[in-house]
């Protein structure tokens, strides 16, 4: 059966301050991954999603980036972080083809301070 | 662009349906998906519809109808577990990639 991991589950950081959270998928090949942040009680935003590996696509302009070096692992870093950049951080996965079902990891919670 | 509306509240008696609607605006739909997420927890796949019609998983069931750009998704014999946040989504395709863009989400809050 297939596994997502994320870690950590919580994380606090300073502004200014980098920042590297991981993903990992077992159980499956060539996955399409995503991460996404949820800011409290409002829905998902979809920040990088993959293809394949060192193929990451933005949707939207910020001080993070992503990276897949592995085909079952990504990762979502920044230089330094800033206050609006707290949020519930989730990375999912699907199938490469019909991929009607996306799959989430636990979940990371970053507050800035 | 693309953009998706749905309640951002409702609240619901013990054993009773409620209906949760989703109205889209999007090019390349491909189809709409729910998902549901407890307070502090991972969102979760509940159902997906490609076509128009009616798809039913137990107590849950989804609707889509394509022309009207709107679905919605249906609680029956509601329970106390049923409180959550419920996302749909829209998958659309997106230069030979198929994205998935979440609503802003409806809290359900059932009551005794």
């Known amino acids: 059966s297939q596994t997502i991991h994320q870690w950590p589950a919580t994380l606090v950081q300073p502004v200014g301050s980098p920042l590297s959270l991981e993903c990992t998928v077992e159980g499956t090949s060539n996955p399409n991954l995503y991460w996404y942040r949820q800011a409290a009680g409002r829905g998902l935003q979809l920040l990088f999603y993959s293809v394949g590996i060192g193929q990451i696509s933005s949707e939207v302009p910020q001080n993070l980036s992503a990276s897949r070096p592995q085909d079952r692992q990504f990762i979502l870093s920044s230089k330094k972080l800033l206050l609006s950049d707290s949020g519930f951080y989730l990375c999912?996965?699907?199938?490469?083809?019909?991929?009607?079902?996306?799959?989430f990891g636990p979940g990371t919670r970053l507050t800035v301070l | 662009g693309q953009s998706l509306e749905q309640p951002s509240e409702v609240t619901a008696v013990e054993g009773a349906i409620v209906q949760i609607n989703c109205t889209y605006q999007?090019?390349?739909?491909?189809?709409l998906s729910w998902y549901q997420q407890h307070d502090g927890g991972a969102p979760t796949f509940l159902s997906y519809n490609g076509l128009d019609g009616l798809e039913e998983t137990g107590r849950f069931s989804s609707f889509l109808s394509r022309s009207d750009s709107y679905g919605y998704l249906l609680l029956q014999e509601l329970q106390m577990k049923d409180s959550a946040s419920y996302f749909c989504?829209?998958?659309?395709?997106?230069?030979?990639?198929?994205?998935?863009?979440f609503g802003t989400g409806t809290k359900l809050q059932v009551i005794p």
């Open positions: 999007t090019s390349g739909f491909y189809g």
């Open positions: 999912a996965w699907s199938l490469r083809w019909g991929h009607n079902e996306q799959f």
């Open positions: 989504a829209v998958r659309e395709d997106s230069g030979g990639y198929q994205k998935v863009t």
